[in-house]
């Protein structure tokens, strides 16, 4: 069974920083990639960032580059999103999910696998 488990939200205020874990498990993790998404209410899940777990390539939007680090450790089996310098609208509840052949960072679409995710707020 795939699982994906999220950890590592929180409340932070701007400015500040957070790491986000996604552990994943069901499936043999070098052979895809793994996403970070989020949602914010009222809007539409949007990705953050992702990484290929073999290649260590990785896609960031554009609103994070240069704040959001991903990276990916093999021997856990777990991929980091290390936020720095947190923005009030980067408050969202952040997904991770299993990047398969025929998906992307970039929509959410005909995405399979995802984790229940972890709330981060971050106040001005």
């Known amino acids: 069974e795939v699982q994906l488990v999220e950890s590592g939200g929180g409340v932070v205020q701007a400015g500040e920083s957070l790491r986000l874990s996604c552990t994943a498990s069901g499936f043999t993790f070098d052979d895809y990639g793994i996403g970070w998404f989020r949602q914010a209410p009222g809007h539409e899940r949007e990705g953050v960032s992702c990484?290929?777990?073999?290649?260590?390539?990785?896609w960031y939007r554009d609103s994070v580059k240069g704040r959001f680090t991903i990276s990916s450790d093999g021997a856990k089996n777990t991929v980091h999103l290390q936020m720095n310098n947190l923005r009030p609208d980067d408050t969202a509840v952040y997904y991770c999910?299993?990047?398969?052949?025929?998906?992307?960072?970039?929509?959410?679409?005909?995405?399979?696998?995802w984790g229940h995710g972890t709330q981060v707020t971050v106040s001005s």
């Open positions: 990484i290929s777990a073999s290649t260590l390539a990785s």
């Open positions: 999910a299993r990047i398969d052949h025929g998906t992307n960072c970039r929509s959410p679409s005909n995405i399979n696998y």
